[in-house]
């Protein structure tokens, strides 16, 4: 097997910024064809319903479905999945729900108001959204994890009715993800997936009701269509490839650094996998250690073009250096593998989940740690925030004018609506002074 040699890269280059952005490029630009199918699969559910979500899922997913009622799988399914379990399944997925759960509890936003000296209230009312969709991957993809970190958030939040679809390819369903829902809440499942299914949940069918928020990862069809129903629901985002970032100071062990670069580079080719050290010789001691351990892994030729495709080792000048290139990269996952973990997170403002410490490994955080594994990709971290309850949250304005308040505030909402030249506003504020 030819051995990896990965892309170096060192801040103290006058080319590295362009060389860097080169490397994090990612074309996630749309296919016009994929784009113009689902509009047209979107166009047909929300025409024909019911039938169309059996025609396609009985051609897709090589399915024999006769009637819609057929694509719903029943809560005693769900809890034979979970009864049949292993020990040690369920033993972990309770564990890991549970962890979930009590991280999530802590996210709850709050309702508040105070009143002013003439009486007037003003505060801010926090209310669940009635109903949320959860797509989860079907068929090889099966990710019961992924199923509690987009579930149980929506249920502490308080969701109403929360509908999963997952495709059945072949009929065949997998016990572990209905066990997972079956212990975060899932209220009702149905056996669809694909465009068609994010059709639906966004305008409803006879038998699949419409959603507020569609959230979960899919392929490519499933992103698309997420972002042409965006605007009648609200979707989480749009993820992009994984992505991992360790920051090292060259005293952890190096097959651990390593073992944590693959454990992104095996989601799929085009993910990310960068280090960061201050330490030259131990960037070529990593070099070694995925070597070694390439042939042992069985994703190997995944993890090859990965970390050859789009991998990095960089070298700064010092951690402080480092803590500027990992804001700048915004990665979704960066793990901070150094003495003093506390003080180099303090400078990190731009980063999905940050793992601190020597034996905090990235994996801990997509399984069973507590805080969500749903995290922003593709440098949205600038902007944006892991899955958490608020995004099953909504936030409504409290304004309750007194009539000492509603005569003030109206003097002042009367010059600026005619500063506007909007005469209504103007004077329904003035009937009240």
């Not at 929360?162 to 209220?187: F, R, S, W």
């Not at 090292?248 to 799929?268: K, N, V, Y």
């Not at 905090?360 to 805080?371: K, M, N, R, S």
Request: overall charge negative; glycine content about 8%.
């Amino acid at each position: 097997m030819t051995a990896i040699q990965m892309l170096r890269l060192d801040s103290a280059d006058p080319h590295f910024a362009d060389a860097l952005t080169q490397r994090l490029a990612w074309d996630a630009s749309d296919d016009l064809e994929i784009h113009q199918r689902v509009l047209e699969i979107i166009a047909n559910v929300r025409k024909h319903g019911d039938q169309a979500l059996l025609d396609y899922t009985n051609r897709f997913d090589r399915t024999n479905f006769k009637a819609a009622a057929e694509l719903e799988l029943g809560q005693a399914a769900l809890k034979q999945a979970w009864d049949s379990l292993p020990t040690d399944q369920a033993q972990a997925l309770q564990i890991a729900a549970e962890r979930v759960r009590a991280y999530a509890e802590h996210q709850k936003l709050q309702s508040w108001q105070f009143t002013e000296a003439d009486g007037t209230l003003l505060g801010q009312k926090v209310t669940p959204l009635d109903k949320a969709g959860l797509y989860v991957p079907g068929g090889k993809a099966a990710y019961p994890s992924s199923v509690l970190m987009n579930a149980i958030p929506a249920k502490v939040a308080g969701v109403g009715e929360l509908i999963m679809v997952v495709p059945t390819p072949g009929g065949e369903t997998n016990a572990m993800v209905l066990a997972a829902a079956y212990i975060a809440g899932v209220d009702r499942v149905f056996t669809i997936g694909g465009a068609q299914a994010v059709a639906a949940l966004a305008y409803g069918s006879e038998t699949v009701p419409a959603v507020d928020k569609i959230v979960g990862p899919g392929n490519i069809y499933v992103a698309t269509a997420k972002k042409l129903v965006f605007g009648q629901v609200g979707i989480d985002m749009i993820a992009g490839p994984s992505e991992i970032l360790i920051i090292c100071d060259g005293q952890t062990d190096p097959d651990w650094i390593a073992m944590d670069l693959f454990s992104q580079a095996e989601h799929d080719e085009n993910a990310q996998s960068i280090l960061i050290s201050d330490n030259a010789e131990f960037l070529d001691r990593v070099e070694a250690s995925i070597n070694k351990l390439l042939p042992e892994m069985e994703r190997a030729e995944i993890i090859r073009a990965s970390m050859t495709g789009r991998g990095a080792f960089i070298k700064v000048n010092d951690l402080t250096e480092a803590a500027e290139v990992a804001n700048r990269i915004a990665p979704e996952h960066l793990e901070l593998s150094v003495a003093d973990p506390e003080t180099l997170a303090a400078q990190i403002r731009n980063a999905g989940a940050i793992f601190m410490g020597r034996y905090t490994a990235e994996a801990l955080g997509d399984y069973c740690a507590g805080p969500n594994h749903v995290l922003p990709t593709s440098s949205t971290a600038r902007y944006s925030s892991p899955l958490g309850v608020y995004d099953f949250q909504k936030r409504s304005s409290l304004i309750n004018c007194s009539a000492a308040g509603a005569s003030e505030l109206g003097k002042i909402a009367s010059v600026l609506a005619r500063g506007e030249s909007l005469t209504a506003h103007a004077r329904s504020a003035e009937y009240r002074i």
